[in-house]
């Protein structure tokens, strides 16, 4: 199940800017026949996944620690703030249950963040609501200030007493203890998630039917900012030209990026000079390689550990996320318009 909120975290945007360092907990309930849990959460250090825990046992499963990390959080203290979400989520689950005349497959998630900036000073929390894989509200907290946004029709007098309520449990209550578990974390897991490691990048140019392509590929590298950049003759190639560009993970925990341009055979006839480069944390100056011809055999070798790493993903994310996110939303059918309106 804690796979499944992996594969969910992979749409949330970069939770933190470049040297700052990020907590998230995405919390799942489900209501109906479901082979999952109906509730449980995971936690995220970073983009590391570091513990997830299990509804339906009540017990915390620690990921990929290698020492004793039973001091990060007090256990007692979660399982109480558990409990109380948990009950929320049925409050809210039984209201829209009723309205809609339903009580299978209706999935709820409560997202909420928090980060340290990269002078160890506290940065903004962020908390979403969302309702069969759509946010309902987002509050978010930097500063001593709160940002309100709702896609519900309530009225501003409506919203009001559960607001004010929301943002003091946010200050008192969630912020703190989310910022000392995340210093916890980083204490126990700073080498995991400080640690560099070069990117593995080529430039090669391959024949299709409609004329070439000419794509860069960046593999292998941690942590995942990186800047690739093709160039044509010197210039940077237009984004409207490229295609590609999105960040993948790799099975090891280190991710790709792929940039191709397509060259249609009335243009293979002009000549051009093409390079890629990158940067990235892990590299003292900004790494440049030139093109390469691929006659097919020479790439199988480098493409075979990238997609043998990101296939599985893929389809992975599209079978969970189709089931549990979108969760019967064609059967649902205006459902999700009746449920915004009486929210």
């Known amino acids: 199940m804690d796979r499944i909120f992996l594969l969910l975290l992979l749409s949330v945007p970069a939770a933190a800017p470049k040297g700052s360092h990020s907590l998230l907990m995405l919390t799942t309930y489900i209501e109906g026949q479901t082979p999952f849990p109906h509730f449980g959460y ?11 825990y299990d509804g339906e046992t009540r017990t915390f499963i620690r990921r990929g620690n290698t020492t004793n990390e039973d001091e990060v959080f007090d256990s007692a203290e979660l399982l109480t703030i558990n409990d109380q979400t948990e009950r929320s989520f049925r409050e809210k689950s039984a209201v829209v249950a009723q309205k809609l005349n339903q ?21 903004q929390m962020v908390t979403r609501f969302g309702f069969q894989g759509s946010t309902i509200d987002e509050l978010q907290y930097l500063d001593k200030t709160f ?12 919203l009001k007493m559960p607001l004010e309520n929301s943002k003091w449990r946010h200050e008192k209550v969630c912020y703190p203890v989310c910022l000392q578990i995340l210093k916890n974390f980083l204490e126990k897991r700073g080498n995991q998630v400080n640690r560099k490691v070069k990117p593995k990048v080529r430039l090669l140019q391959s024949d299709l039917s409609s004329g070439s392509r000419v794509s860069c ?23 409207d030209e490229i295609t590609g560009g999105d960040l993948l993970p790799n099975d090891d925990g280190t991710y790709q990026m792929r940039k191709i341009l397509e ?28 093109l390469e011809y691929d006659h097919g055999t020479p790439l199988k070798p480098v493409l075979g550990s990238v997609l043998g790493s990101v296939l599985p993903v893929v389809v992975l994310v599209m079978v969970i996320v189709v089931a549990v996110v979108i969760w019967r939303v064609r059967k649902a059918g205006k459902m999700w318009v009746k449920f915004v309106n009486m929210i």
Do not use: W
């Open 42 to 52: 995971v936690f995220m250090l970073d983009d590391v996944k570091v513990l997830y």
């Open 103 to 123: 009580t299978d497959g209706l999935v709820f998630q409560k997202l909420l963040l928090c980060e340290l900036k990269d002078n160890g000073e506290p940065g």
């Open 147 to 158: 940002t309100y946004d709702s896609t519900t029709n309530e009225t501003v007098q409506m």
């Open 217 to 239: 590929l960046a593999t292998g590298f941690y942590p995942r900012h990186i800047n690739l950049t093709l160039f044509r003759d010197g210039q940077p190639v237009s984004d």
């Open 263 to 290: 060259i249609r055979k009335e243009e293979q006839g002009e000549k051009h000079n093409y390079t890629c480069t990158a940067t990235h944390l892990s590299l003292d100056n900004k790494l440049e390689v030139k």
